[in-house]
């Protein structure tokens, strides 16, 4: 077997490389090898692909490669053993099918004035003239999304101390160096809850403790007048005809709610700086969202073309996910003219895909119109990734992206506090905006362009 190239760097110098600035070390990794790249992880090589015709063969040979849960065991600790992210086979396509049944179009009708509501609310909470971090104040909002929405969980203390405990959870990823130095020091041991991973696996069991007693709560009372997912999944049945267990149920529900949270408000973060960064692209997002008048119909918001344009030119710049889950070669097979043996690791490389000069020209500038003008393939444009595990939440995603980002716009007249250009920093899967993108309320905002106090 030849490998594709790979770079000659230790790996421990790789590592630190790419935490500094994750899209300068792969803009330098694609310009030097090409599309196809190993990376050893000690015996095992992991080979990342950002051309659209390799891509397609890792989403759609699921003869030879095949999409193993046990490759994303590294994220049982958030999600469950039992989650739709550890499993695979036939327990992986009833419990995708159960999940994606949850987000039908009455549900999203719904979650939709909720979302526009908890938007309003927080936002008008803002002081004007008082600078605040955009990355916390929007995950404040996409995490009630999912603790109301999904769950479904009423007002309380049970409700408080759930949301406290996924934003402590939610904060261990993007470790400041201080915890990464002591994290190195003291390995992944649990040496009671005053070290790093110790406290860790406190959070953990404290919330899937909660979030246990909430699933036996619900089946045990139950209330059909109820309509969140929570409801869908205590009466979802497995591949046997059998309803799921509790603990089943909690793991199912876990990677939803942390991707509505993280994901969602870490690409609404950003799309927020874009638009506030650059004044023609707000003002034409602006007259079109006056084009729908004083009524901000979710499913009008959810149609608009430039604002489409403009969420997807926000995760072609910056996926929120870097690269797709990975995927196992099981028998040989050939990949862009290389033989790979079983055992090998394949990774579809989100963000160099999006690079690729050839498919987005000048692709360092954020052109929303380039969605206009030309329609891309699934693997060409790939943020929700593809193939068996695509993210079961893209609709909804771009659904709740739009409707903040409509309902800010519309309402309240916000600047970037500063216009230096904001880092990326890589939180373990998911790649933030490092300083949060500090942002002012200069006021509300009336229709025709006229801003009051
Ligand atoms: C902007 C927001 C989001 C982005 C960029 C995103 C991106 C992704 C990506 C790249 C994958 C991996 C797909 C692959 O390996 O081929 C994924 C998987 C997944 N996503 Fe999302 N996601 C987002 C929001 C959401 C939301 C809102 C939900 C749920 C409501 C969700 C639930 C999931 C689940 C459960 C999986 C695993 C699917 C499986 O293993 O079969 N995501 N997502």
Redesign the pocket.
Known sequence: MQLPPEPKTPSWLIGLQFESNPFNYMDAISKRYGDIVTLMFGSTPTIYVSNPSGIKEI?TNTKEIA?R?EL?LGFALMTGNQ???Q?DGLI?KNR?KI?MQT?HGVRMQACGKHICELTEKIIGQKKVGKPFIAYPTIEDITLKV?IEV?MGLDKGERHEKIKHLFTSILRLNVQSLIDKILLTIFGERDLGRWSPHGYNLYLRQELFQLLLFEVEERRNQLDFSRTDMLCDLIFAEDETGQLLSNEEVRDLLL???F??AD??A???TWALYWIHRLPTVRSRLLSELESLGDNLDPMSIFALPYLNAVCNEV?RIY???L???P?LVESTVEVMGYKLNPGTVLI?N?YSTHQREDLYPQPKEFQPERFLEKQFSPYEF?????????????T???F??KLILATILSRYELELVSQRPERPKYGGLICYPASGVKMVKRGLRQRQGKSRE
């Open positions: 989403f999409a849960g994303n989650g739709v992210l499993l992986h995708r999940l987000f999912g999904i990677s939803p709610i991707a509505v994901a969602s870490t690409a609404i995760l996926p929120t996910q690269f797709a889950f995927r579809a989100i790939l943020p929700f990734g593809g193939g068996s595990r695509v993210c079961i939440g893209a909804f995603a771009l709740e992206m």
